[in-house]
């Protein structure tokens, strides 16, 4: 609600109000001014003596009535204070001979007013509102950008984990399996599984030493035990890789990945510790 707007609305409710005041002259009669309590205070000492004298001699002079021109200013007054008390009153007397008042287009006329006093009223109380609204301006739309702030930075995870060549970026993001963690888990799991190799590679060369097993003897091949314990172990570690290395690993090294795992799962520890550095080599990058 614009000032110009509120201002058209305000001189259109004067115009029709001053209009019907002077087309219905009995409602000027609730306008007459009365004498005002400035007039009779004076500007100075007078003595007792002249003020009974002027007392008499202004008693004697009848006071003028208020022009024409000078109730139209007073009823303008009383508009701008939200004052129409002298449609009010005329309109309770087109009460008492309605069907006259209506035929004559007095009581449309008033009830047109009233209409536009409402109008009137409620582009004040918007105006007031709009007022309101631009003095709290900067805070509503602090307010209104903070959920563009949260998926601008939800997407900006997104585009980062994308760049970064983890694929999974999104899921990271929502809490589906965070990225970071998963590549800590990854490098856990690796280390075991170094661990479980060299420690089975040590006991194997310390056997060796011992005159226990060997690799050949005449042509034939001893072979060495097993443990159990130790393959189950690495079996559990494996599985854990490659769940963690699909969600880590780009699309096109999935199948490499799980076909570098199986390379682990062989018997000959030599080769595992050989498949290990590979792996190193060549995944390393997006474990860390």
Partial sequence: MSQA????????LERMVVEYTLDNPGSLDSLVAHPSSSSSSTSGPVSIASTSSVSSSVSSVPTPPPTETEL?????AQIKQGNIQTIMQQHEQNLHHP????VNGQMLRNLLIQIQKLKVDGSVAMHGIDKILKSQELVFGFVAA???FVVLWYAGGIVRGLIRGSGNGLRGMLGLGGIRESKVEV????NCVERLIDLRLIAISESKASGNITDGV???VVEISKDYHTEGL???ELMNLKKLGLLILPLNLRSNWISDLNDLNCFDYRLKKLTLNRL???YGYYFR
């Fill in 218 to 220: 005449d042509g034939g």
């Fill in 99 to 102: 069907i006259l008042t209506l």
């Fill in 146 to 148: 903070s959920p563009a």
């Fill in 280 to 282: 190193w080599n060549t």
């Fill in 187 to 190: 490098l856990k799991s690796l």
């Fill in 234 to 236: 690495l079996y559990l």
């Fill in 72 to 76: 139209i200013e007073t009823l303008k």
């Fill in 5 to 12: 707007s509120l201002d058209a609305d305000f001189a259109s």
